[in-house]
């Protein structure tokens, strides 16, 4: 069974075109993440959302935005894409926000603008 | 704002041997630090999780150690095999909760 799973695993698309990722986590976790991945391999926070409601948005353009329709998903729906988006954006979730519990990541969704 | 420095270079070491990876922060002292490994096109696993009044934890072959005068983690893997080679990423949290904020990983390579 996956635990975190992402789609599409690959997004190819044009500059100026909306997409979304989908993510969904069946290990009951109450909060889930957006993290991106660029091509230098560091992972940065983009959102953090904790019993559907949003808690954590660390800068990122009002371009991209979360949606969690509950606590087991939550979307990533990017407007007007540009190229410096393209990169590796991984969905997590982890058991409860204040506690030290480790995230589980799903597989990644590379998006590649061109 | 908290910067971690992981060795941005691949670490080669012969299958057997023991690995050692650091992880250096510097700014305030977290209240735990933890360790996920990542394979090419998967998303990082968690490994091992130590808090700050922990000096050393212990997983079958894997060692982390947490040093907070020194500003320093140290991740172990003892009679390291092929199937260790992965890059490896420590993590702490930030102010606001559980955040994470990674480092930028090292990667290791294990040669038979």
């Known amino acids: 069974d996956t635990a975190v799973s992402q789609t599409p695993k690959y997004l190819v698309t044009q500059m100026g075109n909306d997409k979304s990722i989908k993510c969904e986590q069946n290990?009951?976790?109450?909060?889930m993440y957006w993290y991106k991945q660029d091509s230098k391999k560091f992972l940065k926070i983009m959102f953090s959302?904790?019993?559907?409601?949003?808690?954590i948005n660390e800068t990122v353009p009002n371009r991209f935005s979360p949606k969690s329709p509950d606590k087991a998903h939550l979307n990533l729906h990017i407007n007007s894409l540009e190229l410096g988006d393209s990169a590796v954006y991984f969905c997590?979730?982890?058991?409860?926000?204040?506690?030290?519990?480790?995230?589980?990541f799903g597989n990644g969704t590379r998006l590649t603008v061109t | 704002s908290q910067k971690i420095e992981q060795n941005s270079e691949a670490l080669n070491i012969q299958e057997g041997k023991t690995a050692t990876l650091t992880c250096n922060y510097t700014?305030?002292?977290?209240?735990?630090l933890q360790w996920y490994r990542q394979d090419p096109g998967r998303g990082p696993v968690f490994l091992l999780l130590?808090?700050?009044?922990?000096k050393e934890k212990r997983k079958e072959r894997l060692k982390v150690t947490f040093d907070t005068t020194l500003k320093q983690s140290l991740f172990h893997i003892t009679a390291s095999q092929p199937a260790d080679s992965a890059t490896y990423l420590c993590?702490?949290?930030?102010?606001?909760?559980?955040?994470?904020?990674f480092g930028g990983g090292t990667r290791l390579m294990v040669k038979p």
């Open positions: 130590i808090r700050e009044n922990e």
């Open positions: 959302y904790n019993n559907k409601e949003l808690i």
């Open positions: 700014n305030y002292s977290p209240a735990y």
């Open positions: 993590a702490l949290p930030t102010n606001a909760g559980n955040m994470l904020t």
């Open positions: 290990l009951g976790h109450d909060t």
């Open positions: 997590a979730s982890s058991q409860g926000f204040q506690e030290n519990s480790p995230l589980h």
